[in-house]
């Protein structure tokens, strides 16, 4: 909520002049230094806002200054009281915030300065969550696809069978540089995008997902054991695939040293999350917080889908004349 700049400054000084009067208001009318309506300004306050202003390095006015500063703050909490603002909706939010704050300060975060993550919860983290470190192994391949659909007849079939187990003999006549499948998949394949690069299809892991090859021709890439290796004539519903295992790299485990940085983030952010939400649970708990959920399903609220739908409209064209 943003107040406006005279409200602000009223909201202000009215905080302030809160805990002045209330400081006030307890003590008895002794040592005092002024008498502002109802309430006084005592040698108390006027030394804690000597102190204040010391550990704010504000200047240090003459003594009869600052008492008629402090003066003019006390009349203007007591107009604004008088004039009911400190019961002002705005006013009394950004009272609350103010208290919340100073209590979130005095109690929440210590609590948080005080903890901690271990090395050796850094290392158990490392252990447990192993996979999360790892690069998986990897495989490099070639396909040749030649297409075919469940309404080719039988003697098509046969011929494009044929065909892929040519591509085959072909593709094994190939040098051993030859790291895809060449001008094998230009004269064979099917597959528009790969069939001018040998056939190149990329870098597959064995848990990942595959959008454009159907995992059963992926998969038997995957076990072909060494670089170079062709597989079967593999038959599916689309058509007849060859596949070439082209490169491999190996798993690679990222050393503790590399990560414990993260790790260390991760573990502290759950830390201070749980700190943050057993203060909350404490709080409701000793303030024995009681909510009627069925009172407040009858209150009138608009769904996610309405508000999204007015922001996403656009506003009404202005016509001129």
């Excluded at 202000?12 to 006084?40: D, F, R």
């Excluded at 060494?226 to 007849?240: D, N, Q, R, Y």
Aim: proline share 4%; hydrophobic share 45%; with cysteine.
């Amino acid at each position: 909520m943003k107040l406006s700049a005279p409200i602000a400054c009223v909201c202000a000084v009215l905080t302030a002049g809160i805990l002045l009067s209330a400081g006030c208001g307890k003590k008895a009318p002794t040592n005092v230094l002024a008498h502002v309506g109802s309430e006084v300004i005592t040698v108390e306050d006027f030394q804690a806002e000597l102190q204040r202003r010391g550990a704010n390095r504000q200047a240090v006015l003459p003594r009869e200054q600052l008492l008629n500063e402090m003066v003019a703050r006390l009349t203007l909490v007591q107009r604004a009281k008088n004039s009911g603002l400190e019961k002002a909706d705005d006013v009394r939010r950004t009272v609350e915030e103010v208290l919340i704050a100073k209590l979130k300060e005095k109690e929440l975060e210590p609590q948080l300065a005080a903890v901690t993550v271990s090395t050796n919860e850094i290392r158990a983290a490392y252990a447990q969550d192993a996979a999360r470190f790892t690069t998986p192994a990897k495989t490099h391949l070639a396909i040749i696809f030649i297409a075919a659909d469940t309404k080719t007849d039988t003697n098509r079939l046969a011929e494009l069978s044929a065909r892929a187990r040519e591509a085959r003999q072909a593709a094994l006549a190939l040098p051993a540089t030859e790291k895809g499948f060449g001008t094998v998949a230009a004269g064979f394949s099917d597959d528009q995008i790969s069939r001018y690069r040998g056939g190149e299809a990329g870098w597959f892991t064995s848990d990942e997902l595959f959008d454009r090859w159907p995992k059963p021709v992926i998969t038997a890439g995957l076990v072909l054991k060494e670089v170079g290796s062709i597989s079967a004539v593999l038959a599916t519903a689309e058509g007849f695939y060859l596949v070439k295992k082209m490169d491999e790299r190996v798993a690679v485990v990222s050393p503790l040293a590399q990560v414990s940085g993260g790790i260390h983030r991760q573990l502290l952010t759950a830390k201070l999350d749980a700190v943050e939400k057993n203060f909350q649970a404490s709080l409701r708990t000793a303030a024995n917080v009681q909510t009627d959920l069925i009172l407040l399903g009858t209150i009138a609220y608009p769904t996610q889908t309405v508000a999204n739908a007015m922001s996403m409209t656009p506003p009404a064209l202005l016509h001129t004349p």
